[in-house]
């Protein structure tokens, strides 16, 4: 009996990287039921990075001829955006869309689809430690290295944006270019390479098996599945990382008001805490999305509070001490009682944080393990990973889904470079490129971000010194700022 | 001039080959490692890209319109098939002729044809185990090659000029033939015979005849006396470790370069 790999029992428990190498999975004619379906490229996985590299290889003209399949196992239809939905509610689950992103979104013809009512720019961001209070500003006014800000440079630094909407708009976008076969609610049973078989030798192909009984070869085959990723452990490619042992708290927060810089001037806030960062970032009107990183047990307690009592925790989290914060993370209950108490003892510059929060959007308080996970290599023969099934990030950057971004606009040049010059575009040399193009600036991202966590978990001691150094003097050098706030934004 | 002094011998004797046998056995102990990306091969490999874009560029610098679909190519000296398949998957071409000498290296371009769908279609991609001279020549002018390209062959043949007096007649009028070689210059010596093969070993030992180089000057001469033929083009490229190929303005004159000629009539 060869190897076979069952992907739903995988999905369950993390599977033992590499005991399926491709090689061992080679089979000869002799159990063909029927020829599988050629394609040139199947895609597992209709998150916004699967749908970015179709919709992007289909509105190229070099590429749209490409024979394109998108499998998802959940209802694509299900997870769009209702055409009438009202500003009054927003999803937990967004993201801080960088420049770059938004452009390549623009070329793909997709961000036109996107409701842009529900996103919100953002033009500055605070920064500081939660120890020491060291604080540094991003704006792009400070920022700048040489004059005066032109009237044409840009003053956004990035865009809040739900996740729904992303997708919704890739969708969107998808249809009206049409030509790729989509097989929604439809899981992927297993992969095997083809056979080798007297007219056609396609034992270098994966095979899919579909829930709905088809069975599709491709040329090339994306692992946009996410971090548990099937495809990867197909290829036999090992992914390597740790658990943070911190869980991110999310919840959509509705504020007092606009924000300090009214509707037109919006500000990220982002607060270095012990157990990690705890962020607050503008959605459209009153509203914002939180996204608190801290110990597992700590999260369990937040989500258990009342919407009172969590409110005040939130309130309490970008104005209280460590020491008050981890007092009030024991109470079992009553944190309203007790922060509005310790509050009046705690002097703080209320326009240097973020307006109080009003209230929490019903439903919306959930939390999720961090994690950081990096594939030793983002391409196989016939294979390329994208997004989370090439790297797993920590969220305090916001970077997570403009890696995936980056990663399928990657992979359309690639593709676009073989179809042009006649390449088999799933062969591991035509991949190269997409390879070499990702996986050093994917792990310069991965490496800071894992460090900024590291720094700001230390509570006393030298280390928060040099910190608080560092941070106010970056804020006192705008050419270095710039070049920080470059990176963010994507730009050169 | 080498190749001048061999025109004289043409193509009156067809069943006489120019064709080295002991270039057949080098590239028969090669055959097995050609598709390896990162084996023997693998500069070819990442030379290929180049190819297309040269051609692409003759052909959209050209005065007079080409057609820009259902081309049909000829490619002398295929090898395992680099470019022969990457022609043959572009979607303007018809079909592609691919012929090389060495059996054992057309019967590794024939299984690694059969791994792609798209090239097994019929009449796409159709290798012959052949010398160029051996192959039927277009009984009409119409009957020939779109383009004709011969690639990292010439150093390899015994006499260029012979062999090329071979070649011509099978492209169309408005066609191109498309080459690339090496000049035979003493940094190409140093570069193909010393670094490449001997020291860092990144071309295997014995694949280069440094005195069988034939240098562009010397090509530009023996198309300028071939009236009906012009529009020559040529590219420079160097090989960066670490970088790939690169092309480089005026490197035609001492290293690998590609050349290009219309039959204009």
Redesign the interface.
Known sequence: MPPRIPLRAHQAIPPPAVRFRLRLQRRYASTSPSAPEIYDVVCVGGGPAGLSLLAGLKASPITNGLKVALIEGQDLQRNRLQKDANLDSFSNRCSSLTPASVKNLQEIGAWRHANTSRIQPYQEMQVWDGVSDARISFDWDTARSLGPRKPTQPTTIAYMIENVNTVSALLGRLEELGGVDIFSSTKVDSIELGKDTEQLDLSSWPVLSLSNGRSLAARLLVGADGANSPVRTFAGIPSRGFDYSRHGVVATLKLSGPGWGGPDHKIAYQRFLPSGPMAMLPMPGNFATLVWSTTPERAAKLKSLSSTDFVAMVNAGFRLSPTDLEYLHTLPSGQEEEVAWREQHTPVNERSIPVRVADVQAGTVASFPLRMRHADTYTGERVALVGDAAHTIHPLAGQGLNQGQGDAAALVRTISHAVETGQDIGSTLALESYNSARYAENNAMLGVCDKLHRLYSVESGPIVGLRSLGLRAVDAMGPLKGFFMNRAAGGA | MRLSSTTSSSAEEPSKSTVDPTEVSHFNALASSWWD?VGPSRLL??M??LR??FISRCRSASPSASPTSNLRYLDIGCGGGIFA???????HTASVTAIDPTPEVLKIAE?HK????TL?APGKLTYINTSIEDLSQPRMLEEGYDVVSLFEVLEHVNAPGPFLEHIVPHVKPGGWLVLSTIARTWTSWIVTNVMAEDVLGIVPKGTHDWGKYVNEAELRNWFYGKPGWGEMKTMGVIYVPGFGWKEVTGSEGWGNYFFAVRRVE
């Open positions: 990306p490999h990442l290929n890209p297309h874009n398949e990457s022609a043959a998957r572009l979607p299984a059969r791994r792609d769908p097994a």
